[in-house]
């Protein structure tokens, strides 16, 4: 393996420090429940610790557009929205 590949590799394993304290640590076990709107999962280690991950969703407008229905049938007029999203972040 080249010394290039061996350092990529590497960093796809130091994404662990995203939670460096929980490295090392051996998992009890793994429960999840939804709650609230929100997806809860947490993983409970062996020394009685915890971690919990909430997840959460968003509405997304996928399109909005204006329409007459004078003669009943769909006339479109104007669309305002568009496959537009926007995220938060945590």
């Known amino acids: 393996m080249s010394k290039s590949k061996r350092k990529a590799a590497f ?3 130091r994404r ?3 939670y460096p304290g929980l490295h090392g640590k051996v998992v ?23 971690v919990c991950w909430r997840l959460a969703a968003h509405l997304t407008i996928k399109e ?4 007459d ?8 007029i ?4 568009s496959n537009e999203t926007h995220s938060e972040s945590f």
């Open 11 to 13: 960093k796809l394993l």
């Open 16 to 18: 662990g420090k995203q």
């Open 28 to 50: 009890d076990f793994v429960n999840h429940g939804w709650g609230e709107g929100m997806l809860y999962v947490h993983v409970r280690f062996m020394d009685k610790t915890e």
């Open 64 to 67: 909005a557009d204006l329409s």
């Open 69 to 76: 229905w004078k003669r009943g049938e769909f006339d479109h």
């Open 78 to 81: 104007r669309t305002f929205v």
